[in-house]
């Protein structure tokens, strides 16, 4: 079963604007990371925050993470029509063997 | 370039028949994953391998899936008698450091 529920599942922004989604997850984690998919294609890795930090930046990316609320939030600022892709997060569970659980993904559509 | 290599891209076969992937991760990289992902869905985690062990495999993992990694370097993914639900992309992943994970483009199994 898949840890991570994202929200929304779709997305449809014009360019310029910002592009926020949010991923609740149920367990204990050692860190959640975020990626990127183009459709066909495999996944890249955008941002990984670890369970004790609360923001991370990466360019356009900000992502905060809730430990007490099991949540995060990637948002996207100044979008551009090339950010059109599906994001997943990704949970890396505690035990840290490396193995990621992926949530359903938000599928972002960025209008240009 | 030096990133993770899945081979074959597409691969459409008849029901009953028995298919193998390969994937060549990078070369550093002593962790390596299998996924497997449907339309819409984020990738669900099947196996992985630290060097040439076979760490973990998941319930989905049905005893017609096998996968080896002989030496530690490549890997295969066999499944033999498929089914159409076997239908799917199947996603190679490696890694370093046990967190952030590299991608194949993966491959595309049509099961008619």
């Known amino acids: 079963s898949q840890q991570g529920e994202e929200d929304p599942q779709a997305l449809s922004i014009q360019e310029g604007e910002n592009a926020t989604m949010n991923c609740s997850y149920k367990?204990?984690?050692?860190?959640l990371q975020w990626y990127r998919q183009n459709s066909g294609r495999g996944l890249v890795h955008l941002i990984l925050?670890?369970?004790?930090?609360r923001e991370k930046h990466s360019g356009r990316l900000r992502v905060t993470l809730d430990t007490s609320k099991k949540s995060s939030s990637l948002l996207i600022t100044a979008s551009r029509a090339a950010d059109t892709a599906s994001y997943f997060c990704?949970?890396?569970?505690?035990?840290?063997?490396?193995?990621?659980?992926f949530g359903q993904g938000t599928t972002l559509q960025v209008k240009p | 370039d030096t990133g993770v290599s899945q081979n074959p891209r597409h691969k459409i076969t008849k029901r009953g028949q028995n298919v193998t992937f390969r994937c060549d991760p990078i070369?550093?990289?002593?962790?390596l994953y299998w996924y497997r992902q449907t339309l819409g869905q984020g990738p669900e985690f099947l196996t992985y391998?630290?060097?040439?062990?076979?760490?973990?495999k998941s319930r989905l993992l049905s005893d017609r899936f096998s996968a080896e990694r002989p030496k530690g370097s490549f890997s295969t993914l066999e499944i033999q008698r498929t089914e159409q639900g076997d239908s799917a992309m199947y996603l190679c992943?490696?890694?370093?450091?046990?967190?952030?994970?590299?991608f194949g483009s993966g491959t595309q199994l049509s099961v008619l």
């Open positions: 992943a490696s890694s370093a450091d046990r967190a952030k994970l590299f």
């Open positions: 367990t204990s984690i050692n860190n």
């Open positions: 925050i670890r369970s004790n930090e």
């Open positions: 990704a949970i890396g569970e505690r035990g840290n063997t490396g193995k990621l659980i």
């Open positions: 070369s550093e990289h002593n962790r």
């Open positions: 391998f630290q060097n040439e062990a076979q760490l973990e």
